[in-house]
């Protein structure tokens, strides 16, 4: 398939350019489009056949239901069989931006995009292209995270094409996805509302707005061995895996150091190149060659937008095993923590 590839400043939007991949939408194909979380593959997600594409084009397992994408609060009523009231309090506190809202859905939202389930994941992203092509479309876009399933998601065009050149129509490049990490999802049909992903807005936030909000348990903890299901089909699979190997050490941070180091002579003596996952306030710790710094532990934001570019990079690479830092997991460090204990398949070193 030919694919082609639109650049379009964020700052200065190109209308034509807009229209066209619009019109792309409107008959069904598929366009991968930069939102503020990571890159989204986009298709009318009142076309059924347009959305089989999608699970094609990723090789995205057909139980992984895909959130759909509109451009204000309004559309909503329309999927939707009803509009909590915590989940309206949600909408104007966090929409647009990252937050994703499950809710019972209306018979209009095809089952292929809910997996099958009676509830639907839609949310209003902030990021000014998928704004204007959403709202050129005129319709509600389905649209999972821009990478064939089971590589980190994309956060910089060049992932998606190096994902999916060649399997979808169009490929919008609009620069970097500053927030780095997908939305927060939270399922409102309970109450308390469950949190099922944590992402770009934190727990903290969403308890300022609504008060209590219950932790899937299947989140919490390794949870491949089918004991404790996630709730959000998707969050079973060990998403974001870079090919090497990927062991997190965790603890205060002297002593992280020490460990780490004490692991990367014990590989290099077994001729296993290593790579390290480190921060500002820390890199220096470890030899300046092996190491990568994500961003500063005083800002998390930036090491939450640095973290699937590193594991991309890595897989550039002839290494082996990263070994990387655990972060504080308060606010966006609970997404943070969530992304590389997938990538480390829970392979975690308490010190
Ligand atoms: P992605 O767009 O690739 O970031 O994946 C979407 C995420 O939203 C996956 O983890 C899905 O399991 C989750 N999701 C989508 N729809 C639902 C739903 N109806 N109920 C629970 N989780 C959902
Ligand atoms: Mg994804």
Redesign the pocket.
């Known amino acids: 398939m030919k694919t082609e590839i639109l650049k379009i400043d964020l700052h200065n939007i190109d209308s034509q350019k807009i229209k066209y991949a619009a019109q792309v939408i409107e008959e069904g194909g598929l366009v991968a489009f930069p939102t503020e979380t990571v890159y989204g593959l986009g298709a009318n997600a009142l076309n059924k056949t347009a959305v089989e594409k999608i699970f094609k084009a990723k090789g995205r397992p057909s139980d ?4 759909v994408h509109v451009a204000d609060k309004k559309s909503v009523g329309n999927l939707v069989l009803r509009i909590p009231e915590k989940a309206e309090k949600l909408m104007d506190a966090f929409w647009p931006g990252p937050l ?1 809202l ?1 809710m019972d859905k209306q018979s209009i939202v095809p089952d292929i995009i ?1 997996a099958g ?1 009676d ?3 839609i949310r209003v992203p902030s990021h000014p292209i998928a704004l204007a092509l959403i709202r050129e479309a005129k319709l509600p876009i389905a649209a ?2 821009a990478n064939i399933s089971g590589k980190p998601s994309p956060t910089d065009s060049k992932h998606v094409i190096n994902d999916l050149y060649g399997k979808v129509d169009v490929i919008i490049d609009g620069g970097f996805s500053n927030i780095g990490v ?1 939305s927060t ?1 939270v ?1 409102m049909v309970v109450d308390p509302p469950m949190l ?2 944590p992402g770009g807005i934190t727990l903290e936030q969403l308890e300022d707005v609504i008060g209590n909000v219950r932790i899937d348990p299947g989140i919490a903890q390794k949870n491949l061995d089918g004991k404790v299901v996630p ?5 079973k699979y060990k998403h974001y895996a870079p090919k090497a190997k990927v062991v997190i050490v965790e603890g205060e941070i002297q002593k992280v150091a020490e460990k780490i180091n004490e692991l990367v002579k014990e590989c290099e003596s077994r001729d296993i190149k290593v790579g390290i996952l480190a921060t500002d306030e820390t890199k220096h710790f470890y030899p300046e060659n092996l190491t990568v710094s994500l961003g500063s532990r005083l800002n998390p934001e930036t090491i939450a937008a640095n973290l699937f570019n590193a594991f991309r990079d890595y897989d550039k690479t002839d290494v082996q095993t990263i070994f990387a830092e655990a972060v504080d997991s308060s606010g966006i460090g609970l997404a943070i923590m969530n992304r590389m204990n997938k990538a480390a398949g829970y392979n975690i070193i308490k010190v």
Request: proline share 13%.
């Open positions: 992984n239901p895909l959130i994703t499950v809910t389930l509830t639907v994941a999972p995270s997908e999802v399922d099922l992903r709730k959000s089909p998707g969050m």
